[in-house]
């Protein structure tokens, strides 16, 4: 890629972020002809990944769907999906069964869905490419780390557009790291065009989230899933599961849900966090005056002891003992669990960390507060159908009910109508939600893990505004739910005051508290991404669209372009 294209691009994606809208003539005949080049293709190809977690399996099926709702692309799409051989068989045909309505993986070879105007999407193993006979021109992923793969030669494709999800992209000076990772056109060729070279901004860039993300799951989805599919039964439970809740909150709208997935990313700290999320709850009730509804996505045993201190909580609020015998119990047996032994449990500190937990929990009990912890999975039955209980608890929820609900798995469709329309922010630790709430204008809390590299989750400038401050004090509030740990203030080298403990967790309170009004600056602040971020001159999946064929590897290997493409000042 020469210098003079480089800089052409540089300033395409400089011009476009520092627009507001997109509405001005030249820009919308540029993304008109780029629209109109993708209705053109009779066949585009997908690649899917078969990386371990659903992260880049999902950024890709969303950008396929963004692909379809923004340009009404109706023509053939092929999508052609990795197995990961340190995984189960079938293991992506089950993910892509997961994010695709209507598709049974174990029949995935001869399938054909329909999305939208799109009435043709098959299916094919990676490791049965050779079947694909003719070249065609355009290709695209949404996620895959492996940059020794040339997708465009692999999957007969003149042009292959490797998308990374946001904020995935390593810069230029990563290019010798065996674990680099960057979005980049590519062609048959072993020509390369990196859009992070070029502007180190296109790192920071979401894919704007397809509309159909954002509805009401459909009664046909719900259905499919639920009573239709008999792939897995436990993910037909947890369905249930799920619609149960969504129906009895459309019931009870009063109740302010909360989205929380990630939890296995933390295993040694997974009961501290149910605390910590426990008592976030309590604080923010206190100040709403509504039922809390907390619905836990992981799968139940991927989050081991998750109720080890929960429910022994729960029980002295339950029974009325302030002086919370069974809790104390609890965290003996847990730091011990934790930490190997009791050797550095220090039997002072414990006293001092129970007594300030019972200064809270006293008003609780006064007030008549509940915990109700319903988990839809079972140690020897597996997933349990806990549709009727979550109904009824919820028909019945008060400002005095904090309800913890394990619900286990749940179809990607449902996932993510349960984020988009939560009250409270979701909680998650991927990049795939990410690009969801960022364009849909919703707060969240990203929970990052230790060692991920990405610590810039919340975008510190919108445009020309500056958010760092309000940036800082969302990844603050995420940062201080991971890393309050209640077991470490019993041990006897410990030096923090377990008040500060609650501190923390009070300013997390605050900060879901200030999500709930409308005029607060953190609001105004999420509002401001959202509604910067669902422009097409500002998504990552668009200014890759411009990358790809407004190139000259474009020029070079597809003749038959539009050379007025290249004219965008």
């Known amino acids: 890629m020469s210098a003079d294209h480089m800089e052409h691009f540089r300033h395409i994606v400089e011009t476009f972020l520092q627009m507001e809208m997109g509405e001005?003539?030249?820009?919308?005949?540029?993304?008109?002809?780029?629209?109109?080049?993708?209705?053109?293709?009779?066949?585009?190809?997908?690649?899917?990944?078969?990386?371990?977690?659903?992260?880049?399996?999902?950024?890709?099926v969303n950008l396929m769907r963004r692909l379809i709702d923004r340009t009404g692309?109706?023509?053939?799409?092929?999508?052609?999906?990795?197995?990961?051989?340190?995984?189960p068989p079938n293991s992506t045909a089950y993910k892509l069964a997961v994010l695709l309505p209507g598709l049974d993986p174990r029949w995935i070879d001869t399938s054909v869905l329909t999305y939208g105007p799109c009435r043709h999407i098959s299916f094919l193993p990676y490791g049965d490419r050779d079947r694909l006979r003719v070249e065609v021109p355009l290709g695209f992923t949404g996620g895959a780390d492996d940059m020794s793969i040339n997708f465009a030669r692999e999957l007969k494709v003149t042009c292959f557009l490797r998308l990374q999800p946001y904020l995935w992209d390593d810069e230029a000076s990563?290019?010798?790291?065996?674990?680099?990772?960057?979005?980049?056109?590519?062609?048959?060729?072993?020509?390369?065009?990196?859009?992070?070279?070029?502007?180190?901004?296109?790192?920071?860039?979401?894919?704007?989230?397809?509309?159909?993300?954002?509805?009401?799951?459909?009664?046909?989805?719900?259905?499919?899933?639920?009573?239709?599919?008999?792939?897995?039964?436990?993910?037909?439970?947890?369905?249930?599961?799920a619609r149960a809740v969504c129906r009895a909150w459309e019931e009870n709208s009063v109740l302010a849900l909360w989205p929380l997935y990630g939890l296995h990313q933390f295993r040694d700290q997974i009961a501290e966090m149910a605390m910590n999320i426990l008592f976030i709850a309590f604080s923010v009730q206190q100040t709403l005056r509504r039922p809390i509804m907390a619905c836990f996505f992981n799968k139940p045993t991927a989050i081991p002891h998750f109720e080890a201190l929960l429910t022994p909580f729960a029980h002295d609020l339950a029974s009325g003992n302030v002086e919370l015998s069974t809790f104390r119990t609890a965290l003996k047996q847990e730091y011990a669990r934790v930490q190997g032994s009791?050797?550095?449990?220090?039997?002072?500190?414990?006293?001092?960390?129970?007594?300030?937990?019972?200064?809270?929990?006293r008003p609780w009990i006064e007030r008549g507060s509940r915990i109700t912890y319903l988990s839809g999975y079972d140690s020897k039955c597996g997933t349990v159908d806990i549709s009727s209980a979550l109904e009824t608890t919820m028909s019945l929820a008060t400002h005095h009910d904090i309800i913890m609900a394990l619900l286990g798995p749940v179809p990607a469709d449902v996932y993510n109508a349960f984020y988009v329309r939560s009250a409270l922010p979701?909680?998650?630790?991927?990049?795939a939600t990410s690009s969801l709430m960022i364009s849909s204008g919703k707060a969240f809390l990203q929970v990052s893990r230790e060692g991920s590299g990405i610590t810039d989750n919340y975008p510190a400038t919108v445009g020309r505004s500056n958010y760092s401050e309000l940036a800082s004090t969302c990844r603050e509030a995420a940062f201080q739910l991971r890393s309050q740990r209640c077991l470490c203030y019993l041990q006897c080298d410990h030096a923090a005051d377990p008040r500060d403990y609650f501190s923390q967790l009070s300013q997390i309170s605050e900060f879901l508290i200030d999500t709930q009004n409308p005029a607060s600056r953190v609001s105004s602040y999420f509002t401001?991404?959202?509604?910067?971020?669902?422009?097409?001159?500002?998504?990552k999946f668009v200014l890759g669209l411009l990358a790809l064929l407004t190139s000259p590897l474009a020029d070079e290997h597809d003749p038959s372009r539009s050379d007025h493409m290249n004219d965008h000042p």
């Not at 003539?25 to 990386?51: H, M």
């Not at 072993?190 to 790192?203: I, L, T, W």
């Not at 009573?227 to 436990?234: E, G």
Request: aromatic share 12%; hydrophobic share 35%; charged share 20%.
């Open 24 to 60: 001005d003539p030249e820009t919308t005949r540029v993304l008109q002809d780029v629209f109109s080049l993708i209705n053109d293709q009779k066949e585009i190809r997908f690649f899917i990944d078969g990386t371990h977690h659903f992260g880049h399996q999902a950024a890709s």
């Open 73 to 87: 692309y109706a023509g053939r799409i092929r999508i052609i999906f990795a197995e990961n051989l340190n995984l």
């Open 174 to 241: 990563k290019k010798a790291d065996p674990h680099y990772a960057s979005s980049r056109v590519e062609t048959p060729q072993g020509q390369y065009f990196y859009m992070v070279d070029a502007h180190s901004s296109f790192r920071n860039l979401p894919v704007t989230v397809p509309p159909s993300l954002c509805a009401n799951v459909s009664e046909q989805t719900w259905n499919w899933y639920s009573t239709i599919q008999d792939f897995d039964q436990d993910l037909q439970i947890s369905t249930r599961n």
């Open 342 to 361: 009791e050797d550095q449990l220090s039997a002072e500190r414990l006293d001092q960390f129970v007594v300030e937990t019972a200064r809270h929990a």
């Open 426 to 431: 979701g909680l998650f630790e991927g990049q």
């Open 528 to 539: 401001a991404l959202g509604s910067y971020y669902r422009q097409d001159i500002h998504d």
